[in-house]
């Protein structure tokens, strides 16, 4: 099933990013080093219905407790506005250089929205209140993306802020929900199933591809191929 990419993708999505960005200038000021796009805009496969925006922002320096939460307010506004949100905010130190896991300073996905509503209406600042580093793993699948396909939404160039990603530090990132997405069923099944196909064509390929992609990647195998990898 063949998707939107940056160019071509619906007005109301680009709005919607244009409206992040404008958000991140009014919240981060002359800090915000940059907004970057990866996920499946990146890999032409974005579908509005359901599909994540996912994107990475870099800053010059950490965020406040005050800034996480008017982070934490502003996305809950423009989540599903129409897409939903998937977006993390590491400082520029925290890439550079490279470490796996990566530290990062903010994270906001539709799975944390919940959580977030009630510390919105609770106005929680102390929950924003502290000093320990978080790190994920799944970075640096991302940066990997960034730097094979992503997309500057605004600031600094791709290659100017992103540093290459080891390759054992990719792949640590992405099979480490191997036994997870294997177990998977009902409703989950087919996407278990693509998962699993985007980790081997990744390892056959070296190169990062949708879960479509992947997809018709193994169809073109054909079974001969496919039962001589068991």
């Known amino acids: 099933m063949s998707g939107y990419n940056w160019d071509n993708c619906p007005l109301e999505i680009k709005a919607q990013i244009t409206n992040i960005t404008d958000f991140l200038h009014h919240t981060l000021g002359k800090y915000l080093i940059g907004t970057y796009l990866h996920g499946s805009m990146c890999l032409g496969s974005f579908q509005p219905s359901h599909s994540d925006l996912d994107m990475i922002v870099i800053t010059q320096q950490p ?3 005050s ?7 502003g996305f809950l506004r423009l989540h599903k506005k129409p897409s939903p949100i998937e977006l993390s905010i590491l400082c520029y130190s925290d890439l ?3 470490r796996h896991p990566t530290p990062y300073e903010f994270h906001f996905s539709d799975y944390w929205r919940p959580k977030f509503e009630v510390i919105a209406s609770e106005n929680d600042l102390a929950f924003w209140d502290f000093k320990d580093i978080y790190t ?3 970075i640096a699948c991302h940066v990997t993306l960034i730097n094979q396909s992503g997309i500057c939404i605004y600031g600094r160039a791709i290659s100017e802020t992103f540093p290459l990603v080891p390759e054992k530090d990719f792949w640590d990132s992405i099979v480490w929900g ?3 997405f294997s177990k998977l069923d009902g409703e989950l099944l087919v996407t278990g199933i693509l998962t699993l196909l985007r ?3 990744y390892k056959e390929n070296k190169a990062i591809y949708s879960k479509a992609q992947a997809g018709d990647w193994a169809i073109g195998l054909g ?6 990898h068991h």
């Not at 800034?67 to 307010?73: F, I, S, V």
């Open 63 to 65: 965020l406040t407790a």
């Open 67 to 73: 800034q996480r939460l008017d982070l934490m307010n």
């Open 96 to 98: 550079n250089p490279w």
């Open 136 to 138: 994920d793993g799944d």
């Open 178 to 180: 191997i036994d997870y």
């Open 199 to 201: 980790i081997w064509s």
């Open 223 to 228: 079974p001969h191929t496919i039962s001589s």
